[in-house]
């Protein structure tokens, strides 16, 4: 499995799309170290200023750093989006897979749990969580990396399920072959990049959910820096200051974008 | 009715596929072009119905009717479908709407290309349905067909237009004896019915059935050409000659020698149903080493369904399948299978998927070399990928790999049907040389009767 | 009907009947733990409803717990409040003291204006933009419009609205930026669920006419002697609005979640924007009521879509 190999493998779309992810990626976590300060450092004579040598990012309507508050907000962001997402990966292929290998039993079960738990849209149930504990994260942690969870398993299922009935498996089965050597030689390599596009798309479908969800002020309390709510914040002063709220969208939005190129077309 | 004058075909860069050939259709004959995949037998078709693949375009004369067809825009030649010329689809359970009864898509043919008013194409169709005896059938969709059923419509759909002109390509592909009779009378039936008949296949018995004059085609080039009985009987080139011999019904049958081996397994008395389908019951045999038996019959008869018992993956309704002393090695039965191109990891070099079978029996490189050698396979073609191997050379790679095992028992699930019937007699000959000379049990199904009746020691008909 | 076909229906109504009875019981599982969370604070919003904040004290909020049997144990409540769930016995708003019944009854005709409204246009943009891309893949419309589609996916739905807003509310000032009376306040949101939804059905449009041209059968058809545009109107449209019909069942997950977001946004009084409101006050029976509200209308417009599919594809009803 070689990088270089893989990478250009990818059509222009895609590699655009990769850089464009880098990007925001790149500067969460530079960002705080090119520049000290805290993200709630307030100063009200300061508020609402363009960039500047001093701010470079200019600041907010409570004179907070843009630059350290639009990092520390991407770091809630990407940070969530890629915990749940590897989570969701690692329990959906596993759980995916057993089900393909086990369709009388494991399948049953596993899939039925599934099928019920698409009664209730994704956003219904992070905010039923929130409302036993509101203001905190984890309801938001626990219903992203669920909603994931169940979407990367039904389409691992899916697939290998197809996989499951290919004559490839017979022959290395007949030949002697276990459990084991199916995964490595037959199943993975034929899932792989399934589950890379779903994993780039679940990140994407998170981020989005997380600004929704600051948005309308669940999960995520002020002062924290969070995407959607920092536009709600600004957006009273979005004719004074336009650069301001500009910020988290476009942030937002190259983050985004970039997944979703990376994505690319099924072949 | 058909004039060519040297029709090729080239990629729009310039590469020649099919070099210039020239020829005539006259009405009341039937035309047949011979050959292997990548003759250009399609492409020639492709050129005179006007629907080549993006990326190839046509040059030449082509004179339909008299018209000059080839100086004609796109749209006017499209035009030209259905009313001046039919074609017949290769795979007619797929060409029909899966949406939509029957009896609609052979009406609105009346309706729409010939011109007819409603209440007269629903007559015509209605007729037409009788005269092939699918009355019934009217208002049923696609999916609720047998494929027999959706040919006849597909076939009535195509015909609606009244072209005279019938262009077939391949049109007995994958089906079985009877079925391939049945198509080839249809066709011969237009053409005796004063229509000009144009076919392209593989199949020299089909060519056989059709009459007329036969072209035979190799790499883009037309090799020979004339009567029939006079091309498939007395060919004037050596590759026709090949080609002849490549059918099973003219392969030499072996001398079969006394089996004085004891079976190694007896099949007694067994039967199985699938749904409420009676497969097959009380059905008895016993297998020796060396001993190869066939099994023919319709699809889904349940050919494939014994091999699989045999192999220990299904099991039987009724009876016993007895094996001698062999029980615990269970890798010493093995399958070949219909479609080699699925049978080893896409993903990785075949040398790396021999590798993982010797590294996990022990078992040394120079076996698998005298199995290629044996097998007359390249040494270096298994540092390829699956996919840049061709059809035939992948088939004998999986026999190899399977005959790394020394097995007692192989079940051949139609091991050629896909191939070519050069490609197919030769992984054939290496398949029973190998087999008897490694005194190998095997069951071969498939629907090509004369290739068993050549093959086999014993026949099983289902 | 059909036998195979009747069956199947039974089939479908079956499963979505009992994925409800799940969303309800569900739902009512955690609202109970957060009614839980609330505890003695609950009795004493009760209370607080009922008689006046000023009239009442500590004794009276135990009094009214007792009286709600909040003093029992666990498991004996979570039952009891199961059941409620089950029979849409929510009891009042822990706000507003009306009953909650009443107050989803109210906003739900709101939700299902702005949703509907929003299907439609969503639908009568998707359609033909995705069906003239697939006549002509790889043009140059073909690139601008996966170009606004993509571009479109990747902000969340209510930057679309911020942004509608800032430009016909602000700097036109054509429409209003938020509230509910004519038609006019009905715009803005649904352009804005509408446009979300769009980006990915058009999409989905476009996969689909592209498949069923390139089919066998479509070719046949071709083949057979009929005109581009009539077998594409005999042949095209049937076929190609079967997988999109079923693509609708996946986009209701985005038009609940976009009208909770949507409404909050535009102040626009559905059920969403009580929800979200709610969850703020910790008024639990009107979460209760709303979620339990979306979470079945979302099942019954999943069975809906079944049906419809079933109609539609005869090949459904043979193997489901």
Redo the contacts between chains.
């Keep these: 499995m070689n990088i270089r190999v893989f990478y250009s493998s990818l059509s222009f779309k895609q590699k655009f799309g990769v850089v464009l992810f880098t990007i925001p990626c790149l500067f969460t976590f530079l960002a705080p170290i090119l520049v000290s300060g805290s993200p709630h450092d307030q100063s009200l004579m300061n508020a609402l200023q363009a960039p500047s040598a001093q701010h470079w990012f200019g600041t907010d309507h409570l004179g907070r750093d843009m630059w350290l508050r639009l990092s520390s907000a991407l770091q809630v962001s990407l940070g969530i989006a890629l915990i749940s997402t590897l989570i969701a990966t690692a329990l959906g292929t596993f759980l995916g897979v057993l089900s393909a290998q086990y369709p009388k039993t494991a399948d049953k079960l596993l899939n039925l749990t599934a099928n019920l738990f698409l009664a209730v849209p994704g956003l219904l149930f992070i905010l039923l969580f929130a409302t036993i504990a509101p203001g905190q994260l984890w309801p938001l942690f626990l219903g992203v990396a669920l909603i994931a969870s169940i979407e990367m398993y039904r389409v691992v299922r899916a697939q290998s399920m197809i996989i499951a009935n ?3 498996i ?3 089965k ?4 276990n459990a084991w ?1 199916l995964l490595r ?2 199943y993975f ?2 899932l792989r990049p399934i589950i890379l596009r779903l994993a780039a798309f679940t990140i994407a479908t998170t981020v989005l959910s997380v600004a929704s969800l600051g948005f309308i002020n669940v999960g995520v309390k002020p002062p924290r820096a969070e995407l959607g709510l920092m536009m709600i914040e600004l957006m009273p002063y979005y004719y004074e200051a336009p650069w301001v709220i500009l910020q988290p969208i476009v942030a937002l939005f190259i983050l985004v974008l970039g997944l979703n190129l990376m994505i690319g077309k099924k072949k | 009715m058909l004039n060519v004058k040297n029709l090729s075909v080239k990629t729009r860069d310039g590469n020649v596929i099919v070099n210039p050939v020239s020829f005539k259709l006259i009405a009341g004959e039937a035309l047949t072009i011979v050959g292997e995949t990548g003759s250009g037998k399609t492409l020639l078709a492709q050129a005179i ?1 006007n ?1 080549l693949p993006d990326g190839l375009i046509a040059e030449g004369e082509i004179y339909l009717h008299g018209q000059a067809v080839h100086s004609l825009s796109t749209q006017e030649r ?2 030209l ?3 001046t010329i039919c ?1 017949l ?1 290769q ?1 007619p359970t ?7 009864h029957a009896i609609r898509q052979v009406k ?2 009346y309706q ?2 010939k011109g007819l008013s409603a209440s007269e194409a629903k007559k015509q169709t209605l007729s037409d349905f009788e005269a092939v005896q699918l009355s019934h059938a009217t208002n049923k ?1 696609p ?1 609720e067909l047998s494929g027999g059923m959706a040919q006849r419509v ?1 076939f009535l ?2 015909r ?2 009244g072209a005279t002109f019938t262009v077939a390509d391949e049109p007995t592909k994958g089906l079985d004896a009877n079925k391939r009779d049945d198509i080839a009378k249809q066709l011969r039936a237009l053409a005796d019915n004063n229509e000009g008949v144009f076919t392209i296949t593989h199949d020299i018995y089909v060519a056989h059935q059709l009459g007329g004059r036969v072209m035979i085609m190799r790499k883009g080039e037309v090799i020979e050409t004339g009567d029939y009985q006079q091309v498939l009987n007395k060919p004037l080139h050596v590759y026709t000659q090949t080609l002849i011999n490549a059918d099973p019904r003219r392969w030499k049958k072996k001398a079969s020698k006394d089996n004085l081996h004891s079976p190694i397994v007896t099949v007694k008395n067994v039967s199985k149903s699938r749904g409420d389908k009676q497969l097959f019951s009380d059905l008895s045999f016993s297998l020796r080493p060396g001993q190869i038996i066939g099994v023919s019959g319709d699809s889904g008869c349940g050919k494939s369904t014994l091999g699989d018992m045999l ?1 220990g ?1 299904l099991s039987s309704d009724s009876g016993s399948i007895e094996w001698s002393n062999q029980q615990s090695e ?2 010493k ?3 070949l ?1 219909q ?1 080699p191109t ?7 070099t075949i040398k790396a ?1 021999f590798n ?2 010797m590294h ?2 022990s078992i040394s490189e120079d076996k698998l070399l005298g199995l290629l050698a044996e097998l007359e396979l390249d040494a270096q073609l298994i540092d390829r990928y699956p996919d840049q191997v061709s059809g035939g050379e992948l088939q004998r790679l ?1 026999i190899a ?2 005959m790394l ?1 020394e097995p007692t028992f192989i079940f051949s699930d139609e091991p050629t049907s896909r191939l070519d019937m050069l490609t197919q007699k030769t992984v054939i000959e290496a398949l029973v040389n190998i087999v008897k000379y490694k005194d190998v049990a095997m069951m071969v199904v498939s629907h090509d009767k004369p290739l068993l009746d050549n093959v086999c020691d014993e026949l099983i008909m289902l | 009907m059909k036998k195979q076909t009747l069956k199947t229906l039974c089939n479908i109504l079956a499963w979505r009947s009992i994925q409800a009875l799940f969303v309800a019981l569900f739902v009512g599982v955690l609202c109970f733990f957060a009614a839980q969370g609330l505890g003695g604070n609950m009795a004493y919003r009760i209370a607080g409803g009922r008689y006046g904040i000023d009239l009442m004290d500590a004794s009276t909020a135990d009094l009214v717990a007792r009286e709600l049997g909040l003093d029992r144990s666990l498991w004996v409540r979570l039952i009891e409040w199961l059941g409620d769930s089950i029979t849409f016995n929510f009891g009042n708003s822990l706000v507003s003291g009306t009953p909650v019944i009443k107050e989803i009854w109210h906003t739900l005709g709101h939700s299902l204006t702005l949703a509907s409204s929003s299907i439609v246009l969503s639908i009568f943009i998707a359609v033909p933009l995705g069906v003239l891309a697939a006549k002509a893949p790889n043009s140059w419309f073909d690139k601008l419009l996966l170009l606004v589609s993509v571009s479109l996916k990747s902000v969340p739905n209510f930057v679309i609205g911020i942004l509608l807003v800032m430009l016909f509310a602000v700097q036109l000032k054509l429409l209003p930026a938020a509230g509910h009376g004519g038609f006019q306040y009905l715009i803005l949101p649904t352009l804005t669920l509408a446009l979300g939804l769009a980006a990915v059905s058009v999409q989905v449009v476009r996969e689909s006419t592209l498949t069923v041209r390139n ?3 479509f ?9 581009d545009a ?1 077998s594409f109107t ?2 095209g449209w ?2 190609l609005l ?1 997988p999109v019909v079923a693509f609708l069942g996946i986009q209701f997950i985005t038009i609940v979640e976009g009208v909770v977001i949507i409404e909050t946004l535009f102040a626009w009084p559905g059920i969403g924007h009580s929800l979200v409101h709610a969850i703020f006050a910790r008024d639990v029976p009107i979460v209760q009521g709303a979620a339990v509200a979306m979470g079945l209308i979302f099942v019954a417009m999943n069975a809906l879509v079944d049906i419809a599919v079933l109609l ?4 459904k009803g ?1 193997h489901s």
Aim: without cysteine; glycine residues 6%.
């Design positions: 290919k004559d490839a017979f022959a290395s007949l030949l002697g072959f050597y030689r037959h390599p034929e | 119905v629907n499209n035009a479908w259905g009313k074609v689809p795979e797929r060409s029909l709407d899966p949406t939509m609105e043919g729409i290309v969709y999916f597909a759909a195509s609606s237009g192999l993956l269970k890798h039965v093995q399958k299978f479609d699925d049978v080893f990891s896409a993903h990785v998927s993982d079978l996990k029996y999986a790999r399977v095992l | 089919s066998t059968y070719l046949f058809s071709r083949i057979k002697g009929l005109p009539q005999r042949h049937r076929n079967v539609l594809d005869p090949r043979e």
